[in-house]
């Protein structure tokens, strides 16, 4: 029985626990022999699952063009000469190109992409992975589309976990902990390193404004990207404060708690709002409302040309709610608990089961390699 050598590349959070989703049933493998190269953020993320990694401290490049990109594509060379892969996975991110793009622009084997947001494909470097992962129906069709791509529908492997998970002991816990009132709402906005970064401040501003025109009780949670330098930072928090807000700073929580703890996981399109939409799966009761906070024509257009859909797919199977104005967020926080379980049924109506998404992507690679 030939072993064969699967690399797996990440460079940030949430493709880091998708990899590490998977590379965890990969280790276990017989026909695979898996080995982990990741730059930080997600270099951390993987060692905290208890995986061998290999950290890299490479650039992320803004254009092929930039004077890191060729130190960028040598030490993918590096890694790929010592590794000699059958064939290579990666997580996928959004902005600029780092470790996984430049693993795939220079390895001549079989490349897959786990991706993690609909119809994202990042082409910074032109050459595109053999074939994409997806979430579901919808990403792989808009992948096609758009790239005409090979897909693979396989569902998300990091969300089978929550299956373990008692969400409304996290709930309520999480409450607790942060002293939340019965009749508070707890909004929740969860950073992105999103550029232009004018234009992802001016969200943050209209957000502000909606915020404090809420006559709803509310406590608001503001949770920084782990990518966001101190100074955006420091930035968002002088719009919240300058708008009269005072939210708790969350760096260090476990995330799955603070989400079943929130009433609305607020964001433009962070990786959150999909984490929250499989906590409602699994949850006996309703938990908080992903809401994506288009509140500006910029993020409109960014989110179009990057994916090829207007709004977030779970927008228009009615599972989350958009706002494209202040006063859709005030209206929203004013909604009664009624909304919060319309989505949660719709969620668990909807939503396909992640519970076999490792076996669906390594069955693939290794039918591919046979």
């Known amino acids: 029985m030939k072993i064969h050598t699967l690399l797996?590349?990440?460079?940030?959070t949430g493709a880091a626990l998708q990899i590490g989703a998977?590379?965890?049933?990969a280790q276990h493998h017989p026909r695979l022999n898996t080995i982990i190269y990741a730059a930080a953020p997600a270099d951390r993320v993987l060692s905290e699952m208890g995986l061998k990694v290999n950290s890299v401290n490479t650039p992320v490049v803004d254009t092929a063009c930039d004077n890191g990109a060729q130190a960028l594509l040598s030490a993918a060379d590096a890694i790929l000469k010592q590794t000699r892969p059958d064939a290579v996975l990666t997580g996928l991110s959004g902005h600029g190109a780092g470790i996984d793009e430049?693993?795939?622009?220079?390895?001549?084997?079989?490349?897959?992409?786990?991706?993690d947001y609909w119809g994202d494909v990042n082409s910074l470097f032109e050459k595109i992975a053999d074939c994409y992962f997806t979430l579901d129906q919808i990403?792989?069709?808009?992948?096609?589309r758009r790239f005409q791509a090979d897909t693979c529908v396989s569902g998300s492997p990091k969300h089978a976990a929550f299956s373990r998970l008692d969400t409304l002991a996290l709930r309520s816990g999480m409450r607790a902990q942060l002293n939340i009132q019965d009749n508070h709402r707890l909004i929740g906005l969860f950073g992105q390193p999103i550029r232009p970064h004018d234009e992802y401040l001016d969200v943050i501003s209209r957000f502000s404004n909606a915020v404090a025109m809420c006559d709803r009780p509310y406590t608001l949670l503001y949770r920084p990207h782990p990518a966001d330098p101190p100074d955006t930072q420091e930035k968002v928090?002088?719009?919240?404060?300058?708008?009269?807000?005072?939210?708790?700073?969350?760096?260090?929580?476990?995330?799955?708690?603070?989400?079943?703890?929130?009433?609305?996981v607020c964001s433009v399109a962070s990786s959150c709002n999909l984490d929250n939409i499989f906590l409602n799966y699994f949850s006996p009761a309703p938990l908080g409302v992903s809401t994506y906070l288009f509140l500006n024509e910029t993020m409109k257009r960014m989110h179009a040309d990057q994916t090829g859909a207007t709004y977030p797919p779970p927008i228009d199977m009615d599972m989350a709610v958009k706002?494209?104005?202040?006063t859709d967020l005030v209206d929203l926080v004013s909604s009664t608990e009624i909304e919060r379980g319309r989505y949660w049924r719709k969620i668990k109506a909807t939503l396909p089961p992640p519970n076999q998404a490792a076996t669906t992507i390594l069955d693939r690679i290794l039918r591919d390699l046979a």
């Open 8 to 12: 797996l590349t990440a460079r940030d």
């Open 22 to 25: 998977i590379a965890r049933q």
């Open 102 to 115: 430049a693993i795939i622009a220079r390895c001549r084997n079989p490349c897959y992409t786990f991706q």
């Open 139 to 144: 990403g792989a069709e808009l992948t096609r």
């Open 237 to 264: 928090l002088d719009i919240l404060t300058d708008k009269g807000l005072v939210p708790i700073i969350d760096t260090d929580r476990d995330i799955s708690a603070v989400l079943c703890g929130c009433d609305f």
């Open 323 to 326: 706002c494209t104005s202040p």
